[in-house]
């Protein structure tokens, strides 16, 4: 049986799945798909403006308006699919902000690059790092989708944020709070929660959790929206790879938290610490664990 | 010298290690392109028809018609490229099949995307969640795999799992059995094995393994191959992130797992475990570790 | 207000926003992108070439040829953008390597792709494993790009281990030394220092890091570059996933490393480690961690 055939045997079949699925709570808020898609486009203009070489001058302005027309698109769309949260004159005081922001945000990047620069011994060249390390990509598109969170623009922040962690590995909430000079080596498997703060001049390596424990929740049962439930890191910190910080919690300046902790706990300032030594095994299966 | 004088004066060369490349032992089964290619189609109708809001019915059923010819047309590559393990009469059945299976699967997805509603306290909007959420991208690829790999349509499961594992950082082997509710934070890592089991209303955050720990050999030496060697979790566990688990071992219902726990042994029910106590350090180098 | 009136009434300070831009460290070295893109079409071959299925001999020659056009354009471009540090000659010099390469990277890979065959139970077909396992993607990538880099190719090895990272999760710094028959199985954030070493036959599992330690510095504060930091494994060694190695120490051949440990001291050959036992925990909050 051909294709085609199936789709004449099962006509009603179909139409019925259809039905289905169009009353299923998806089937609403169709301008998704361009906000979607122009958050995708938003990106590659703010890399191409931001984090590549351009050689002339008009190129520079030519990128920044694409950029502006993109941030500008996303937020009408919002404006179709949120009226209630979000109007027309929100996405002026929006554009304004964002031009005003844009100069303090290539500043602020210049010095996440440069703390690659100092802190990584592969690292060899300021360019090969902004085209190349994904803590610069993802700080990139975090200091944007922060910016627009704390405007409260919806939705755009948050596919930003998907979008950085499919191609870095690295999933930093909008929410969160990063200081200047942050520098996030390899990134794979980084995760940053909502209400995250991270002083200036922290170094996290891949696999690093700053996230929740469990929460608290209302008398129906279902889970306080909106507290602060993740780490405070202050500044000069180092976490090493795979260690996951849980809770509330506040870890003092200058402190090294050795790979694979597991931390609940608020520690001073200066603190080392590192996970309990390994056992030496005899195994009753010669061949492995 | 020129590409092209390359090209001229290394011509036999060329020819030879072209030769040598084509009687190497993957210059068979030029349909795999076609497979994989499919695959990638496949999975772009099927989220643009579970995933994504659609405006109107008739571009439902158009999604859908899409979806079933692109499965069509994968299961018929399969035929030609394995005619002893796949027939026509396979590909009838596995249409008819996943017609039947659509709506339960949209129902399935809607329980996922409501157990992340439930359990972030940073998600806002079922519609962020369906189309920005690692665990919905990865649940509904596996959901579809898992369904296609019981019917033993041969390649085409592992290759959804690869393009999932891609976009995800989640790799999920598509023989894993997850139960309904199941809500994967962030994702990125986990590594759920080919006999997992996962019971309903479970929670894992990233970098979670489920695996498998050393294998039993055939007397040839060779590791015996489709024995159960991957944990089961039952109902209503949480595993934190990074946890490794491994084995064919039992988590009793409403345990909790503490992050970066190394577990090769079967725990009870409303189990509650962590790792050992870090150590507090005085380092050798006043720097760091 | 509409984007265009945007436009117009900021014009000034887009100008300047614009000079700013310019003026930034980033604005030079134009180049770059196409390098980068340049890279993207070579691994695009690359794959083509070695890791899809041909059917006849003349396409074999036909993707062989745009490989080596794509490998000569991003050399040149390279010539072009460091002139002191590339010339012709040592375009032509890689060219002629990189021909005498190809077979026994050819080799290489089938040693690969055996060794996932040989020591993953889930695994049930080679052509399945070149098309679809992250572990063959990222030890090809990374053998391209290490001779790439022993030849001394600025940049593009570099892109090239970025471009990798960003398809598999795995990070193998181009300057690594990683031996025939490796494995590394699953593989989302495995991360391999620049002067590690692995030897023959070994098994890595997702999230192992090979790292370095805190670096010594020179006089002026700034870190010394190109240091032995990582470390060495020897032969037939299996680590778990999610543990985290650092420094230049060295690990005796035939060892299994336990998951999620933190190991930064050298270990004799047929070790076997694993985590500290686990605490069994009394919550606080009866609801969870």
């Given at each position: 049986m ?11 079949t179909l139409?019925l799945?259809?039905?289905?699925l169009?009353?299923s709570?998806?089937?609403s808020?169709f ?11 938003l990106?590659?203009?703010f890399?191409?403006?931001l ?8 190129n ?8 502006l ?10 404006e ?6 979000w109007t ?7 554009m304004a902000k964002?031009?005003d922001y844009?100069?303090s945000l290539q500043?602020?990047?210049?010095l ?12 060899t060249?300021?360019l090969?790092i902004?085209?190349s ?5 993802a ?16 939705l755009v922040?948050?596919?930003i944020?998907t979008?950085?962690?499919?191609k ?6 909008p929410?969160?709070e990063?200081?200047?000079?942050c520098?996030i080596?390899?990134g794979?498997?980084?995760v940053i ?7 200036d ?5 891949q696999g ?8 608290p929740?209302n008398?129906?049962?279902?889970i306080?929206k909106?507290?602060?439930r ?7 910190i180092?976490?090493?790879?795979g260690a996951t910080?849980?809770?509330a919690?506040?870890?003092g300046h200058?402190?090294?938290?050795g790979g ?9 300032a ?16 010669g061949?492995?664990?």
């Amino acid at each position: 049986m051909t294709k085609q055939d199936y789709l004449i045997k099962n006509r009603q079949t179909l139409e019925l799945i259809a039905k289905q699925l169009k009353e299923s709570s998806l089937r609403s808020g169709f301008h998704l798909r361009d906000i979607k898609s122009a958050c995708i486009d938003l990106l590659e203009h703010f890399e191409s403006l931001l984090l590549s070489p351009l050689d002339q001058s008009e190129n520079v302005v030519s990128e920044l308006s694409d950029l502006l027309e993109k941030l500008h698109g996303a937020a009408n769309q919002i404006e179709k699919l949120y009226p209630k949260k979000w109007t027309e004159a929100a996405t002026d005081q929006l554009m304004a902000k964002f031009l005003d922001y844009l100069p303090s945000l290539q500043e602020e990047l210049s010095l996440d690059i440069q703390a690659a620069m100092d802190r990584d011994p592969a690292s060899t060249d300021p360019l090969e790092i902004a085209m190349s390390y994904p803590s610069i990509r993802a700080l990139s598109h975090h200091r944007l989708a922060h910016m627009l969170f704390k405007e409260k623009l919806p939705l755009v922040p948050r596919f930003i944020n998907t979008l950085s962690h499919q191609k870095t590995g690295i999933d930093i909430h909008p929410g969160a709070e990063i200081g200047s000079s942050c520098f996030i080596d390899h990134g794979t498997g980084v995760v940053i929660g909502e209400t995250a703060v991270i002083g200036d001049h922290c170094t996290l390596y891949q696999g690093v959790t700053l996230g929740a424990k469990s929460f608290p929740k209302n008398p129906d049962g279902t889970i306080i929206k909106g507290q602060v439930r993740h780490p405070t890191l202050e500044s000069h910190i180092t976490v090493y790879a795979g260690a996951t910080i849980l809770g509330a919690i506040t870890i003092g300046h200058h402190s090294i938290i050795g790979g694979n902790v597991w931390l609940t706990q608020s520690l001073p300032a200066y603190s080392r610490i590192q996970q309990s030594r390994y056992q030496q095994n005899f195994f009753t299966n010669g061949d492995g664990i």
